[in-house]
T-cell receptor, first 115, second 116 residues
Framework: EAEVAQSPRYKITEKSQAVAFWCDPISGHATLYWYRQILGQGPELLVQFQDESVVDDSQLPKDRFSAERLKGVDSTLKIQPAELGDSAMYLC?????????????FGPGTRLTVT | AQKVTQVQTEISVVEKEDVTLDCVYETRDTTYYLFWYKQPPSGELVFLIRRNSFDEQNEISGRYSWNFQKSTSSFNFTITASQVVDSAVYFCALSDYGGATNKLIFGTGTLLAVQP
């Protein structure tokens, strides 16, 4: 069964350092999402891509976060510089194009700890 | 604004008991979708069900059942004869219909612990 791949699974970094996460969606899924999940809370959308275009990045802290999906396939989320409050689980999800409100398939996530 | 409320933060049951997880939502949209996801300790979110606002029929899938009531803006989830493997955090989520995005608005989740 096809899955969303994410790496690394765990990342520990020091405050003010740069960190990057990678996501490979299910093959053929045109829509890709990055969510942030703070411990004890539900996931919150950071950015949504349709192919290589950003559809929604209204909750992305653009002063330190950036996301790209250059060829419309895999995606990278970067934080620079990392802050203590960025410690969270970063989840990537994908869904097929053309299916309004189709279910989103989630990857295993990257757990980030900023020290 | 859209909002999902899961008032039960933690529930503990003994195996084989039935358990209901509550979900209340707020939206101004007349058309929307509701979801339930399961998050086991491994961390990934597992899709369980999607319902649209036009379809208020209850649904049953094995030991799982869902009760959607538009009149009370609730979408509750019942596990019958719970098992230890059901132990996880369960999230209810809401999405609008036909907008530019399919952003999911999640509740804060309910941690279900099933004791043997």
């Amino acid at each position: 069964e096809a899955e969303v791949a994410q790496s690394p699974r765990y990342k520990i970094t020091e405050k003010s350092q740069a960190v990057a996460f990678w996501c490979d969606p299910i093959s053929g899924h045109a829509t890709l999402y990055w969510y942030r999940q703070i411990l004890g809370q539900g996931p919150e959308l950071l950015v949504q891509f349709q192919d290589e275009s950003v559809v929604d990045d209204s909750q992305l802290p653009k002063d330190r976060f950036s996301a790209e999906r250059l060829k419309g396939v895999d995606s990278t989320l970067k934080i620079q510089p990392a802050e203590l409050g960025d410690s969270a689980m970063y989840l990537c999800a994908s869904s097929p194009i053309g299916q309004i409100n189709y279910e989103q398939y989630f990857g295993p996530g990257t757990r980030l700890t900023v020290t | 604004a859209q909002k999902v409320t899961q008032v039960q933060t933690e529930i503990s049951v003994v195996e084989k008991e039935d358990v209901t997880l509550d979900c209340v939502y707020e939206t101004r949209d007349t058309t929307y979708y509701l979801f339930w996801y399961k998050q086991p300790p491994s961390g990934e979110l597992v899709f369980l069900i999607r319902r649209n606002s036009f379809d208020e029929q209850n649904e049953i899938s094995g030991r799982y059942s869902w009760n959607f009531q538009k009149s009370t803006s609730s979408f509750n989830f019942t596990i019958t004869a719970s098992q230890v493997v059901d132990s996880a955090v369960y999230f209810c989520a809401l999405s609008d219909y036909g907008g530019a995005t399919n952003k999911l608005i999640f509740g804060t989740g309910t941690l279900l612990a099933v004791q043997p």
